[in-house]
């Protein structure tokens, strides 16, 4: 079956920085990406990676290595308005997204 | 980035009544569109794929005589709730390819928050 893990809750410290994993099992790959979404609020999208390596943007990085079917985001000078779900999703062979439970981030001052 | 609206944003509604969600790509067409519905601190979860001009696909275990979808055009799709009771109350999601883009992103709607009384 296809399967996405994520650890459900992090906690971090404003200013600092976190790595948020995320381990895939699918049939087939089109892509892997990171939405964050805050309570009560829709995903918004973060990132896309479909070739190994690292993509960065601003604060916000995310890495995919397709052969150990992984990835990490990795938030830097975290904010408090960082806290939220991060969601990790991969585009299977159907190009349907198969989405994790989620990684909810607690920032603490 | 191309963008999908959601209305209503809010309803209440009593039970046994239908309620009516509306998702729009607003400068893209789509068409392909998704519902999604999400509980309380629970992930997103799939109901259907709409199709533009063709009957949805459901995920196993939505009812398709419950949660009717309509996607008409290539700028708009309905997901109907027929009879809606206490239990499906939920966070109601839309999201939309542009496949003439490229990228495979799914553009979200704002989402419905759904209150069946």
Redesign the interface.
């Known amino acids: 079956g296809q399967n996405i893990d994520q650890p459900t809750e992090m906690t971090a410290t404003e200013g600092a920085i976190v790595q948020i994993n995320c381990t895939y099992q699918t049939s087939g790959f089109?892509?892997l990406?990171w939405?964050q979404q805050h309570a009560?609020?829709?995903?918004?999208?973060l990132s896309?990676n479909?070739l190994d390596g690292l993509e960065e943007k601003g604060r916000f990085s995310s890495f995919l290595s397709r052969s150990k079917g992984y990835s990490y985001l990795l938030l830097k000078e975290l904010q408090m308005k960082d806290s939220a779900s991060y969601?990790c999703a991969v585009?299977d062979s159907n190009?349907?997204?198969i989405?994790?439970?989620?990684t909810k981030l607690i920032i603490k001052p | 980035g191309a963008v999908v609206s959601q209305h209503p944003s809010r309803v209440i509604c009593k039970s046994g009544t239908s309620v009516k969600i509306e998702c729009r790509s607003l400068d893209f067409q789509a068409t392909t569109m998704f519902w999604y519905r999400q509980f309380p601190k629970k992930s997103l979860m799939l109901m259907a794929t709409s199709n533009e001009g063709s009957k949805a696909t459901y995920e196993q275990g939505v009812e398709k005589d419950k949660f009717l979808i309509n996607h008409a055009s290539l700028t708009l799709s309905t997901l109907t709730v027929t009879s809606a009771h206490p239990e499906d109350s939920s966070f109601y999601i839309c999201s939309a390819r542009d496949f003439a883009g490229d990228s495979n992103e799914q553009f979200f709607g704002p989402g419905t928050r759904l209150t069946v009384l």
Request: hydrophobic share 45%; aromatic share 28%.
């Open positions: 089109n892509g990406f939405y009560g609020e829709a995903p918004t999208f896309y479909v969601l585009m190009y349907q997204l989405w994790g439970a989620g």
